[in-house]
């Protein structure tokens, strides 16, 4: 498992960063995404999705309200939003387990709010930190040695 930090000038190279991962991922991964608002969660998704080959990727919105959001692609794409959780059960009720055993690849926005349930199965963990207007910090931790970015 290897660590790449990376810095990002602009939305367009958060989605290409995305991109770049989704088009390497052969199914069963877990990303967990940690950062503040605004920080370009969403947006690497976005560029997750194209690399997987979602149909209409540009669609792709952070499940709020709805908690998790399906992607169909190359392989599936589940998206959840972990912000309105108030502990790790509410992840366990949306079918988590069979999420992280499938052949997709399950990405959680805010996963620092339900880090002790992701901490049971190996995941990409990816933390996004401001540092201007345009420009984020992006620490990818847990890569799998099969992905070069």
């Known amino acids: 498992m290897n660590s790449?930090?990376?810095?990002s000038n602009s939305v367009e190279q958060t989605i290409d960063l995305g991109k770049t991962l989704g088009r390497q991922l052969g199914g069963g991964e877990l990303i967990a995404l940690i950062g503040n608002l605004g920080t370009g969660k969403t947006h690497l998704i976005k560029g997750l999705a194209m690399?997987?080959?979602?149909?209409?990727?540009?669609?792709?919105?952070s499940p709020t309200f709805t908690l998790i959001n399906e992607?169909?692609?190359?392989?599936?794409?589940?998206?959840?939003?972990?912000?309105?959780?108030?502990n790790p059960s509410q992840l366990e009720a949306l079918g988590f387990d069979e999420l992280c055993c499938g052949p997709g690849v399950t990405v959680i926005e805010w996963a620092d709010k339900v880090q002790s349930l992701i901490?049971?199965?190996?995941?990409?963990?990816?933390?996004?930190?401001?540092?201007?207007?345009?420009?984020?910090?992006?620490?990818?931790?847990?890569?799998?040695?099969?992905?070069?970015?």
């Open 4 to 7: 790449i930090e990376i810095t």
């Open 119 to 149: 901490d049971l199965y190996p995941a990409i963990t990816i933390h996004l930190e401001h540092c201007g207007p345009t420009t984020r910090y992006i620490n990818i931790s847990n890569l799998p040695d099969y992905v070069t970015l």
């Open 51 to 61: 690399g997987l080959d979602v149909y209409d990727a540009d669609s792709v919105a």
């Open 71 to 86: 992607y169909e692609g190359r392989l599936m794409l589940y998206h959840i939003d972990a912000y309105r959780f108030d």
